[in-house]
C-alpha cells in the first residue's frame, strides 16, 4: 500500500509545498513572500486564505488532482509545550493556532491548513515536531526573572530532521551524538542535541539569541523598557518591531540574506556590517552550546537558507571549528520530515498523538 500526502510548511517569508508518494517527492515548490505582500495581512491567520490560493494554483499548475490524495501534513505551530511526535489536527488544536494565544507564527497555518485541504476531501490532517517541542534540561529554564522562564520554540523539524540525517551519514545513532545544530532561516535557532534531546537552544522567535534576517534576538533589557514605554508603539507594533521589523530588515531594508551580501559586495560598508554581526552574533551562540555540552561536540551541522552561503558557512565555521567540524546541509528537509511523521502513522510504526 502507498500513500499519496501533501505537505505544507509555512515559513515567515515563504510557503513550501510539497507532494509525496511514500517517501518519494512527485513535485516541490517554494513560494517566497515579500515584506510588503505578507504585510497587507494584520494576523498570521489572516495570510490563510492568501497562502491556500498559492497552493491550490501550484497544485493545479501541476496538474495534480487532488481527490488522489490519503493525508495532508502541516508543520506544526505555537501551541502548547509539547513531546516531538506526529499529531492529528483536531478542532481544539486548529482553535489553539487560530487564537494564537501563545503567538503568532506562520507555522501556525500549517496545522490550519492541512484540516481545511484534508476536511474538504474526507482524508486525515497531521503535524508533526512543532516549533513548540520541549525537551529542556532544567537549569536552561532559567532566565534571571521567574516571572520570565527561557522558552523552547524552534525550528525542531529541521533540526532534528538534519541531526538524523547526518548521524546515519556517519553511521552512528542521533542518541550517542552531541551535536549543535544552527537553522539559519527567516528566524534562526541554534540548540544543543545530546542523548536524543535538544537540551537547549536559542529560541528563534522570543529572541534570546543571535538576530536574524527579521527578528531582533537578545536586545538590551533596559534599552528595550523604555522603548515599550515611550508611547512610541502600541504592543502589537512593538511586537512586530521585534519580530519582522527587525534584523537585516531594519538595518538594510530587506529580507533577503542574497540581496545583503549583494550589497556588501558592491562596497555597501553598512550592509557588510550588518551581515558580519550577523555572522559573530551566531558564532557566539554555537560557543555558548558548546559550553552546555561541556565542549564534548561531535559536530557542529549549519542548515537553513542562509546556509546556502559560502561567505556566511565560510565566516561562521573559520570562528567555531575550533570546537568541532562543521558541517553544511544548505536549505533544510522539513518537507520529507514532514511525510515520513505521516507515514510512520500510516504504515502503523507510530500512533498519532493527540493534543
Ligand atoms: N542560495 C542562497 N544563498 C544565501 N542565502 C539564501 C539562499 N537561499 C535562501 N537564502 C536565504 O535564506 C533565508 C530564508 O531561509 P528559509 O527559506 O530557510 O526561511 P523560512 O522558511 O522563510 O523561515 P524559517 O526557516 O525561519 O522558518 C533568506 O534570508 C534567504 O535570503
Ligand atoms: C520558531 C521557529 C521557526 C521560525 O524561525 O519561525
Known amino acids: 500500500m502507498s500513500y499519496k500526502s501533501l505537505i505544507i ?24 513572500h515579500s515584506t510588503e505582500e505578507i504585510a497587507q495581512y494584520d494576523s498570521i491567520v489572516a495570510q490563510k486564505d492568501f497562502r491556500k490560493d498559492v497552493i491550490a494554483k501550484v497544485l493545479a499548475e501541476n496538474n495534480f488532482d487532488i481527490k488522489t490524495l490519503d493525508v495532508v501534513v502541516g508543520r506544526g505551530g505555537l501551541l502548547k509545550p509539547i513531546p516531538g511526535g506526529t499529531y ?35 482524508i486525515p490532517a497531521y503535524i508533526v515536531d512543532p516549533v513548540v517541542v520541549d525537551e529542556l534540561q532544567d537549569v536552561a529554564r532559567l532566565s534571571g526573572h521567574p516571572e520570565l522562564p527561557r522558552t523552547s520554540i524552534f525550528h525542531a523539524l529541521n533540526q532534528k530532521a538534519v541531526a538524523k540525517r547526518y548521524a546515519k551519514e ?27 534531546k535538544v ?48 534584523g537585516f530588515n531594519a538595518y538594510c531594508g530587506s529580507n533577503d540574506a542574497r540581496d545583503i551580501e549583494a550589497m556588501a559586495k558592491n562596497g555597501d560598508k553598512h550592509a557588510q556590517l550588518v551581515f558580519d554581526a550577523f555572522l559573530y552574533q551566531v558564532s557566539k551562540d554555537i560557543g555558548a552550546q558548546a559550553a552546555v555540552l561541556s565542549g564534548k561536540v561531535d559536530q557542529i551541522i549549519l542548515t537553513g537558507g542562509i546556509a546556502y552561503g559560502k561567505y556566511a558557512t565560510e565566516e561562521i565555521t573559520k570562528r567555531v571549528q575550533f570546537i568541532a567540524p562543521v558541517t553544511v546541509y544548505g536549505g533544510e528537509d522539513e518537507l520529507l520530515a514532514l511525510a515520513q511523521g505521516a507515514l510512520r502513522v500510516l504504515n502503523g510504526e507510530e500512533e498519532a498523538k493527540v493534543y
Do not use: W
Open 9 to 32: 510548511n509555512p515559513g515567515s517569508t515563504s510557503t513550501k509545498i510539497g507532494v509525496f508518494e511514500d517517501e518519494t517527492l512527485l513535485f516541490e515548490e517554494t513560494l517566497r
Open 88 to 122: 492529528t489536527v483536531t478542532d481544539e488544536l486548529v482553535k489553539d493556532l487560530v487564537e494564537a494565544k501563545r503567538g503568532e507564527h506562520a507555522s501556525n497555518l500549517g496545522g490550519i491548513l492541512a484540516k481545511d485541504f484534508a476536511d474538504e476531501l474526507g
Open 170 to 196: 556517519v553511521g552512528k545513532k542521533y542518541e550517542d551524538l552531541n551535536l549543535i545544530v544552527v537553522h539559519m532561516g527567516g528566524g534562526v535557532s541554534v540548540g544543543a542535541h545530546t542523548g536524543g
Open 199 to 246: 537540551v537547549d537552544v536559542f529560541n528563534a522567535l522570543d529572541g534570546d539569541g543571535a538576530f536574524s534576517p527579521e527578528r531582533a534576538g537578545g536586545v538590551p533589557n533596559g534599552e528595550l523598557v523604555r522603548l515599550c514605554y515611550s508611547g512610541k508603539y502600541t504592543e502589537k507594533e512593538m511586537i512586530k518591531q521585534l519580530v519582522g521589523k527587525a
